[in-house]
Nanobody, 118 residues
């Protein structure tokens, strides 16, 4: 079973917006801290860009601060990433997972591709 199902990616122009969704199959988002990660491509590490704690505190990496908003719906067991003011350097495959990642507990989903270009 895929541990996380990410959706909502696509192709947008610079300055555009997208909202990503993540539905975990085995994790309850109301219990765990969750994060959105991105990987720009081969040779790049997967980096955590936004995190939401179990009690709703949000933390962002500097490159996305003020443009991205992470949120969650405990009733729907879904985590979201609202992305505004997208830049070409935001182009990446986006994944959600526990934050910090715990390889002993879960694995990665397939992610969703975000491409930003004119």
């Amino acid at each position: 079973q895929v541990p996380f199902v990410e959706s909502g990616g696509g192709q947008v122009q610079p300055g555009g917006s997208l909202t990503l969704s993540c539905v975990p199959s085995e994790i309850l988002v109301k219990i765990y801290d969750m994060g959105w990660y991105r990987q720009r491509g081969p040779g790049h590490d997967r980096e955590l860009v936004a995190r939401i704690t179990h009690d709703g505190t949000t933390i962002y990496k500097d490159p996305v601060k003020g443009r991205f908003t992470i949120s969650k719906d405990n009733a729907e067991n879904t985590v979201y990433l609202q992305m505004n003011g997208l830049k070409p350097e935001d182009t990446a495959v986006y994944y959600c997972n526990l934050a910090p990642f715990a390889g002993w507990r879960t694995d990665w989903g397939q992610g969703t591709q975000v491409s930003v270009s004119a």
